[in-house]
Nanobody
Framework: VQLQACGGGLVQAGGSLRLSCAAS????????MGWFRQAPGKEREFVAG????????YYADSVKGRFRISRDNAKNTVYLQMNSLKPEDTAVYYC??????????????WGQGTQVTVSS
């Protein structure tokens, strides 16, 4: 399995970015997907998760109401729309594929990460 994330960059506070993650190697529509982030000196944080069907979603409290996860199973791609960005959102963002159809389970494949930097 390969996961290729892109879309990061430098943005001012209050701005928006959309991350994309293209997957290959196994049947994308059978697995849940998630977005994680890790800032320097901090633990990795589970930001958002989406079930295989896209019906069940999860958001960390820190991003609820500002970020939206979605997926296009026809394109084998998961997205993270990030609005109203804050400096504390600065981190390397990773997409990951779950072992199962639920975002609640462990993730066994990870993308390479994309840097998001939010300036104040």
């Amino acid at each position: 399995v390969q996961l290729q994330a892109c879309g990061g960059g430098l943005v001012q506070a209050g701005g928006s970015l959309r991350l994309s993650c293209a997957a290959s190697g196994r049947t994308f529509s059978s697995y849940a997907m998630g977005w994680f982030r890790q800032a320097p000196g901090k633990e990795r944080e589970f930001v958002a998760g989406i079930s295989k069907s896209g019906i069940s979603l999860y958001y960390a409290d820190s991003v609820k109401g500002r970020f939206r996860i979605s997926r296009d199973n026809a394109k084998n791609t998961v997205y993270l729309q990030m609005n109203s960005l804050k400096p504390e959102d600065t981190a390397v963002y990773y997409c990951a594929q779950s072992r199962s159809s639920s975002w609640r389970n462990d993730y066994d494949y990870w993308g390479q990460g994309t840097q998001v930097t939010v300036s104040s």
